[in-house]
């Protein structure tokens, strides 16, 4: 069974912290992801990485940044925690280049920027 | 300007009824349909998929239609039960593009 671990599944910061968030996979998937998800407003992508060190921004990288060293772990950045990035985020990866490359996901961290 | 809309955010069934959850989208480029389900707390879980060139997939309990004229979607669940108490979220993906685009999510109460 693939496994996607997120490293803390509630957190509460302060405004303008620095706050990491990791996700490792443990299937030697290419592709991961960073999301978050809110009420309403589905699932929303904030960056993709399809290889070591590759990234590419998805449809709200504002505020956030990524790093991804290695092939298993993929790190979501708030630079300076805001208020409005109170949310749960979500990690997936897949494997590229299967059939509707299915994402499998974490079980989500639920951030509180206070 | 949502590409992927689940317009219905709550759906209460009788348990051993039928479920019928809809999407629509409005890319005509999309290639595949996903759903997946999510309880609280968890992440979502891929439930079926449909590709653009077939109208139908079943798996089990789980069947979703495709109207490529209408540009809709549904997940009909038979009989439902209660452990398909969650959220279902509908999503798309064009073979060239890595993104999947998300519904909003319907949340589907089975009542005993």
């Known amino acids: 069974d693939v496994k996607v671990t997120q490293s803390s599944r509630y957190l509460v910061k302060r405004t303008g912290e620095k706050v990491f968030l990791e996700c490792v996979q443990d299937m030697d998937h290419e592709n991961m992801f960073w999301y978050r998800q809110d009420p309403g407003l589905g699932l929303r992508l904030i960056y993709f990485?399809?290889?070591?060190?590759?990234?590419e921004k998805g449809d709200i990288p504002e505020g956030y940044s990524v790093s991804r060293e290695k092939k298993e772990r993929f790190s979501l950045i708030l630079e300076s925690a805001s208020t409005n990035q109170t949310s749960m985020y979500l990690c997936?990866?897949?494997?590229?280049?299967?059939?509707?490359?299915?994402?499998?996901f974490g079980p989500g961290t639920r951030l509180l920027v206070l | 300007d949502q590409q992927v809309k689940q317009n219905s955010p709550s759906l209460s069934v009788q348990e051993g009824r039928i479920s019928i959850l809809n999407c629509d989208y409005t890319?005509?480029?999309?290639?595949?349909f996903l759903w997946y389900k999510k309880y609280p707390a968890e992440g979502p879980t891929f439930l079926i998929s449909i590709s653009s060139i077939k109208d139908k997939n079943e798996d089990g309990r789980f069947t979703v239609f495709l109207n490529k004229s209408a540009k809709h979607l549904s997940l009909h669940i038979v009989p439902s039960q209660p452990g398909d108490s969650a959220v279902y979220f509908c999503a798309a993906k064009q073979d060239s593009n890595y993104q999947l685009i998300w519904g909003a999510g319907t949340k589907l109460i089975i009542k005993p």
């Open positions: 990485s399809y290889d070591v060190k590759m990234k």
């Open positions: 997936a990866s897949s494997y590229p280049g299967t059939y509707q490359e299915t994402q499998y």
């Open positions: 890319n005509s480029m999309f290639d595949y």
